[in-house]
């Protein structure tokens, strides 16, 4: 009979237990205080232009435009493809979400939005630079 009963609390407690999975902001990004309120999308934008992937791509886009060289443009088209498919990645991610919804990390979508057009930029100059290897 004991035994019974306390499958059974375990069986009603176990759905009701969501409200510890959501509170992930302490393991995930211990930096975040919950007085400091949610992460906004310009923290998010600064904190990941300020990355090393963010500086890269900007380097190798400036470099791009400056020297017009076709490895330069597609090396860059190559950094940023990989750098949105690891963003894009990890959305899928459900403790990714689960701080999303918390409030310690902010959506991706306006760095996803800067990394596709920086992606448009490198295709650009390496398709400029391809039809001007083409016509010589």
Known sequence: MHLAASSLCGCTIFPVS???????????????????????????????????????????LV??????????????????LFVTLGIVSVLSDPIYVASIEEGCRASP????????AALL???LLAAKGWRGRAAS
């Open 63 to 80: 470099l791009a435009l400056v020297f017009r060289r076709l490895w330069l443009q597609i090396l860059g088209g190559f950094v940023t």
């Open 18 to 60: 969501s409200a510890a999975f959501a509170e992930v902001c302490d393991k995930e990004v211990p930096t975040w205080n919950l007085t400091d309120g949610p992460v906004s999308q310009l923290e998010y934008f600064a904190a990941a232009a300020t990355s090393a992937y963010g500086v890269s791509i900007v380097a190798l």
């Open 109 to 116: 979508y306006s760095v996803l939005f800067a990394l596709a």
């Open 121 to 123: 930029a490198f295709g």
